[in-house]
């Protein structure tokens, strides 16, 4: 794992931090998980979440839970490698993931509120359905996150607006054409050399999705 830099305060020092370190939790870190964090980058958690949230509409990264059940946010250089291993087999996609799969195909986006309504899951318990077909497909990369709004008072990572959701291949087409000239070990050595040196029954337990 590379160590995380002094903090990050801007855009350009948010890009060098994720070219550095590939990988970085969206929140917080955790001792069992050996990754950066954006923040403790940014010391600063309305900092951290306006960073990602122009990283990801730079492209620069992509916000995946494929990594250890966690958000992450990863380095366009991996990107392709995890799309490789984690898109080579057909996913088994549940009723309401793969109905969900088709609102976002058709509208360009949607969020996990417009995917209850359309569901018909409105009221219930969290995680609800809409909640569950989104992260399934998201562990599929089948879609990813845009950027949203980041309120200026109150709890930053609760967007007005909510997240937008939208097809990944539609979103990162030369992600996706990069992923298909990789065999899986190149992938898979691509992804070890960005995670760093690591007991492998710890890698093994992280990218258990992949491999």
């Known amino acids: 794992m590379v160590a995380s830099p002094n903090r990050i305060q801007s855009e350009a020092d948010a890009v060098k931090f994720m070219k550095s370190v590939k990988f970085a939790l969206r929140y917080n870190s955790t001792p069992s998980l050996p990754l ?10 309305r900092v951290a979440i306006e960073l990602a949230n122009a990283l990801l509409a730079k ?21 392709p490698a995890l799309y490789m291993l984690r898109t080579r087999h057909v996913a088994n996609l549940s009723q309401n993931a ?9 509208n360009g986006t949607a969020t996990v509120g417009e995917v209850r ?33 980041v ?37 898979l050595q691509i992804i070890r050399d960005a995670v760093g040196p690591i007991p492998p029954r710890k890698f093994a337990s992280m990218f258990r999705l992949l491999i």
């Open 36 to 45: 950066a964090s954006m923040f403790e980058a940014a010391h600063d958690k």
């Open 59 to 79: 492209k620069e990264v992509v916000e995946t839970n494929v990594v250890a059940d966690r958000l992450v946010l990863v380095h366009r250089d991996v990107v």
């Open 98 to 106: 793969a109905r969900t799969f088709e609102l976002i195909h058709e």
């Open 117 to 149: 309504r359309f569901l018909g899951v409105e009221g219930l318990k969290r995680p609800d359905p809409a909640d569950i077909a989104v992260g399934d497909l998201q562990r599929e990369m089948l879609i990813d996150r845009g950027p949203s709004g």
């Open 151 to 187: 309120p200026k008072k109150g709890i930053p990572y609760l967007s007005k607006e909510g997240f937008p959701y939208r097809v990944f291949a539609k979103s990162h087409p030369d992600l996706v054409m990069a992923a298909k000239q990789l065999s899986s070990e190149e992938a």
